[in-house]
């Protein structure tokens, strides 16, 4: 299930928003900008993927893709699966690769 953004989440993007420019997420949609997040399944990129959630529901920006690389250091198969679920759920095309020598 893709988490709701609370208010005072959405007030904070707006807040960094308009330190950027108010215009950009609106250039964004206009000029078609592409975004790729490299998602490691930490606050920094979890918190990112809100803010690319909230650009497509709020400016309609272009559909973010999502990329993540299991580098095969540690067996975490479950948090694995856990993570494609929760990506699955935001509907954004993802890319899920693991290193040939987990194959």
Same mark, same amino acid.
């Given at each position: 299930?893709?988490?709701?953004?609370?208010?005072?989440?959405? +007030?904070?993007?707006?807040?960094?928003?308009?330190?950027?420019? @108010?215009?950009?997420?609106?250039?964004?949609? !206009? @000029?078609? +900008? %592409?975004? #790729?997040?490299?998602?490691?399944?930490? %606050?920094?990129?979890?918190?990112?993927?809100?803010?690319?959630?909230?650009?497509?529901? !709020?400016?309609?920006?272009? +559909?973010?893709?999502?990329?993540?690389?299991?580098?095969?250091?540690?067996?975490? +198969? @479950?948090?694995?699966?856990?993570?494609?679920?929760? #990506?699955?759920?935001?509907?954004?095309?993802?890319?899920?690769? !693991? !290193? %040939?020598?987990? @194959?």
């Amino acid at each position: 299930m893709i988490p709701e953004i609370p208010i005072s989440i959405s +007030t904070h993007f707006e807040s960094m928003l308009k330190r950027m420019g @108010n215009q950009l997420p609106t250039q964004w949609a !206009k @000029n078609k +900008t %592409k975004f #790729l997040l490299a998602y490691s399944g930490g %606050k920094d990129s979890s918190i990112l993927l809100l803010f690319l959630k909230y650009l497509k529901e !709020k400016y309609q920006i272009e +559909t973010p893709h999502l990329f993540y690389l299991s580098h095969g250091i540690r067996e975490i +198969t @479950n948090e694995e699966n856990e993570l494609v679920q929760y #990506l699955e759920s935001f509907g954004f095309p993802f890319y899920f690769v !693991k !290193k %040939k020598s987990q @194959n």
